[in-house]
């Protein structure tokens, strides 16, 4: 059944995180493009992809809502913990927070982690292209600033050792995995649209 609060023209990011919807809306503004929140429950299919998790859920929020919709799943990868959290980020931050991440980390060398976003399109019900992002860095010895998710625990390499937390918003908006993710959605978009 359609949501009875989309309207037709309209372009929508399906979450129900505000700040990540501000971000996602100053990386497409750039492009010209408006984004909306579309608040659609989500059925995460079960899967170490980032890009299967994003595609399904988009084919699934564009069926049910009968509008173009965007979907991202986000991981953060952890070589010293041979992947983890990884596509299950969401929930390992759910339950055990930055600080059960951190816990993981005590006594290791090799702080070396991956951000990746996988941003799924489906512009119309039964069609769906996923746009990929990653930023290389490292998972910090503490929470460093105050922002959401991992976001105080990753410091991107060449930022000096801040994390995306430390990061004044437009900066973190050029070099983060998400904002890679969706430029590259919006290149193809409006590519398309010409």
Not at 3 to 18: D, K
Not at 93 to 120: C, H, P, Q
Not at 166 to 181: D, F, G, T
């Amino acid at each position: 059944m359609s949501n009875p609060g989309v309207r037709a023209g309209r372009l929508y990011f399906a979450t129900g995180n505000r700040e990540k919807l501000v971000e996602v809306q100053a990386i497409l503004a750039s492009y010209g493009l408006t984004v909306h929140m579309l608040k659609a429950r989500k059925i995460e299919i079960q899967s170490s992809s980032l890009k299967e998790i994003a595609l399904g859920a988009a084919l699934q929020i564009a069926e049910a809502n009968k509008a173009p919709v965007l979907v991202e799943d986000t991981g953060l990868f952890i070589e010293a913990l041979k992947g983890f959290p990884g596509p299950y980020s969401s929930f390992v931050y759910r339950t055990m927070g930055n600080e059960g991440i951190l816990r993981l980390m005590e006594g290791k060398r090799d702080r070396a982690a991956v951000f990746r976003s996988a941003v799924a399109f489906s512009p119309r019900p039964g069609e769906a292209h996923v746009f990929l992002g990653q930023t290389k860095g490292r998972v910090a010895a503490s929470e460093k600033g105050k922002r959401w998710g991992y976001d105080p625990i990753f410091e991107p390499d060449g930022e000096g050792g801040l994390t995306y937390a430390e990061l004044r918003k437009p900066r973190k908006n050029q070099i983060s995995h998400r904002s890679k993710a969706f430029r590259r959605f919006a290149r193809w978009y409006l590519g398309r649209r010409l």
